[in-house]
């Protein structure tokens, strides 16, 4: 079996890399993925799926089988923006090939997988016709870089889709991944009482309340304690803002913003715990809340979410992980497993359904959101091969 489905995976080699080269292409920031989707829905009913459309969201979503045991793949196709001060080998929407390698915004983070999983199931369908014995969706999840897990946080709640496994196609170089740290935003808002500068002393200065709230955060940023094989989380003052009501008066508000990362261990209880114990500290009558990541959807619809990702992470012994290192000797000859950097759509999946995930994709996270972006395209190859085979080796496994 494994010897079929990796001969006509290196069959579909042009058809792979011209197909990637096109996804590069078409440009697909963050809400404005109408045309990618269409593109993708469109190539997917050609490719033999079973099923192809988008969904209320505007995710892409193709499906080919009807097996009992369910499994995802997701891939986000929109991609962060191009700014004037990027420096690129060649333009970034060009899709140009040199050297066996693909440049472009998207290359790395992350389109190849797209590419990958649709050119597997094109080959799965032609083997298998229908007498697949898994049902396998192929997500295309829009505004990822906006709101990591709402795509498929909505295909999970709105759209009565609930896999069993879960594979994301964010880069891993060809490494078997298995979590990542999570992370939240919070606010921190201290108020005063306003007075005139000229008579200060009648006033409460907010800004001055703050004080050792920002002195005791970056000493908390320092003391927190890896967790293999996530590392260290951290805590960062993202922004701070205060009001006055004018420049020659003491300043009744002051706000900032947090971005915390977490490792094991760490959640949005005990993040909030340890804010709270420093304010109790210092006697500080501060409020400490979770904003919400609000936005709208190339189809239209809105969406609110808390500003909190969880953290997650599966152990080398968990069958998924088992699965996927085994797929990855028999698809690139090698298995090595790491954990992400950055966060993914696995906060919705793992983070907040429990649903096991992995991930597997070609090219270093390091190069993403960067003008470096770069693809190996044989790594493609050799990724797609991994996909046409995890499947089976997911079912051998329960
Ligand atoms: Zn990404």
Same mark, same amino acid.
């Given at each position: 079996?494994?010897?079929?489905?990796?001969?006509?995976?290196?069959?579909?080699?042009?058809?792979?890399?011209?197909?990637?080269? +096109?996804?590069?292409?078409?440009?697909?920031?963050?809400?404005?993925?109408?045309?990618?989707?269409?593109?993708?829905?469109?190539?997917?009913?050609?490719? #033999?799926?079973?099923?192809?459309?988008?969904?209320?969201?505007?995710?892409?979503?193709?499906?080919?089988?009807?097996?009992?045991?369910?499994?995802?793949?997701?891939?986000?196709?929109?991609?962060?923006?191009?700014?004037?001060?990027?420096?690129?080998?060649?333009?970034?929407?060009? #899709?140009?090939?040199?050297?066996?390698?693909?440049?472009?915004?998207?290359?790395?983070?992350?389109?190849?997988?797209?590419?990958?999983?649709?050119?597997?199931?094109?080959?799965?369908?032609?083997?298998?016709?229908?007498? !697949?014995?898994?049902?396998?969706?192929?997500?295309?999840?829009?505004?990822?870089?906006?709101?990591?897990?709402?795509?498929?946080?909505?295909?999970?709640?709105?759209?009565?889709?609930?896999?069993?496994?879960?594979?994301?196609?964010?880069?891993?170089?060809?490494?078997?991944?298995?979590?990542? +740290?999570?992370?939240?935003?919070?606010?921190?808002?201290?108020?005063?009482?306003?007075?005139? #500068?000229?008579?200060?002393?009648?006033?409460?200065?907010?800004?001055?309340?703050?004080?050792?709230?920002?002195?005791?955060?970056?000493?908390?940023?320092? +003391?927190?304690?890896?967790?293999?094989? !996530?590392?260290? #989380?951290?805590?960062?003052?993202?922004?701070?803002?205060?009001?006055?009501?004018?420049?020659?008066?003491?300043?009744?508000?002051?706000?900032?913003?947090?971005? +915390?990362?977490?490792?094991?261990?760490?959640?949005?209880?005990?993040?909030?715990?340890?804010?709270?114990?420093?304010?109790?500290?210092? @006697?500080?009558?501060?409020?400490?809340?979770?904003?919400?990541?609000?936005?709208?959807?190339?189809?239209?619809?809105?969406?609110?979410?808390?500003?909190?990702?969880?953290?997650?992470?599966?152990?080398?012994?968990?069958?998924?992980?088992?699965?996927?290192?085994?797929?990855?000797?028999?698809?690139?000859? @090698?298995?090595?497993?790491?954990?992400?950097?950055?966060?993914?759509?696995?906060?919705?999946?793992?983070?907040?359904?429990?649903?096991?995930?992995?991930?597997?994709?070609?090219?270093?996270?390091?190069?993403?959101?960067?003008?470096?972006?770069?693809?190996?395209?044989?790594?493609? !190859?050799?990724?797609?091969?991994?996909?046409?085979?995890?499947?089976?080796?997911?079912?051998?496994? @329960?």
């Amino acid at each position: 079996m494994k010897s079929e489905l990796f001969k006509k995976v290196d069959a579909e080699k042009g058809n792979l890399f011209s197909l990637i080269q +096109r996804l590069i292409q078409i440009k697909s920031y963050s809400g404005d993925e109408k045309e990618i989707v269409e593109y993708i829905v469109l190539r997917m009913k050609e490719f #033999g799926f079973d099923e192809a459309y988008h969904d209320g969201f505007g995710n892409a979503i193709g499906k080919i089988g009807n097996g009992p045991i369910k499994i995802m793949y997701d891939a986000h196709i929109d991609t962060v923006k191009v700014t004037e001060t990027e420096n690129w080998i060649h333009p970034p929407f060009e #899709g140009k090939i040199e050297n066996g390698k693909l440049y472009g915004r998207g290359a790395v983070d992350e389109k190849p997988a797209m590419a990958g999983f649709m050119i597997a199931c094109k080959v799965l369908k032609e083997i298998y016709g229908d007498d !697949l014995p898994f049902t396998l969706y192929v997500v295309g999840s829009v505004l990822e870089e906006d709101a990591d897990g709402y795509p498929l946080f909505h295909i999970i709640q709105n759209e009565g889709i609930r896999p069993d496994f879960v594979v994301l196609g964010e880069p891993t170089d060809l490494k078997v991944y298995r979590g990542q +740290r999570g992370r939240m935003e919070l606010k921190i808002t201290t108020t005063g009482k306003s007075a005139h #500068g000229a008579h200060n002393h009648k006033g409460i200065n907010a800004i001055y309340k703050m004080q050792p709230v920002l002195e005791e955060i970056e000493k908390l940023d320092r +003391r927190l304690k890896p967790k293999q094989p !996530l590392g260290k #989380g951290s805590i960062t003052v993202s922004q701070i803002i205060s009001k006055a009501p004018s420049l020659c008066s003491v300043s009744d508000y002051c706000q900032i913003h947090l971005d +915390r990362r977490m490792t094991i261990g760490e959640n949005k209880t005990t993040v909030v715990k340890e804010l709270k114990e420093i304010l109790k500290k210092y @006697k500080i009558d501060a409020k400490v809340s979770i904003p919400n990541v609000e936005g709208l959807s190339w189809k239209g619809r809105k969406f609110c979410q808390e500003a909190y990702f969880p953290t997650w992470v599966y152990d080398e012994k968990h069958s998924i992980v088992d699965a996927a290192m085994k797929t990855s000797k028999a698809a690139i000859g @090698k298995a090595k497993s790491g954990v992400w950097s950055f966060s993914t759509n696995g906060v919705a999946t793992a983070g907040h359904f429990g649903i096991p995930t992995i991930g597997f994709a070609p090219s270093d996270e390091g190069l993403s959101h960067s003008s470096k972006e770069v693809l190996v395209l044989n790594d493609l !190859l050799k990724a797609t091969k991994f996909y046409s085979l995890f499947p089976f080796n997911i079912l051998s496994g @329960k």
